[in-house]
């Protein structure tokens, strides 16, 4: 992580259309595999079917 002296804009499309509890557990999952030291690459497989399911709905 770096500290970056900006604002940054993010969208809360995937919490106005699905459900909060179900996108923030997921959120939080992979958070904490990521302070775990999980690779990235392991982390890329892992939301890649959260991403294709948001975009079904």
Same mark, same amino acid.
């Given at each position: 992580?770096? $500290? &970056?002296? /900006?604002? /940054? =804009? =993010?969208?809360?499309? @995937? +919490?106005?259309?699905g459900n +909060?509890? &179900? =996108? +923030?557990? @997921?959120?939080?999952? &992979? *958070? /904490? +595999? $990521?302070?775990?030291? /999980?690779?990235?690459? =392991?982390?890329? #497989? &892992? $939301?890649?079917?959260? @991403? *294709? #399911?948001?975009? #079904?709905?």
């Amino acid at each position: 992580m770096i $500290y &970056l002296p /900006v604002k /940054v =804009t =993010t969208s809360s499309r @995937r +919490f106005e259309n699905g459900n +909060f509890i &179900l =996108t +923030f557990l @997921r959120w939080s999952i &992979l *958070q /904490v +595999f $990521y302070w775990l030291g /999980v690779s990235p690459h =392991t982390l890329g #497989k &892992l $939301y890649l079917p959260i @991403r *294709q #399911k948001a975009k #079904k709905n």
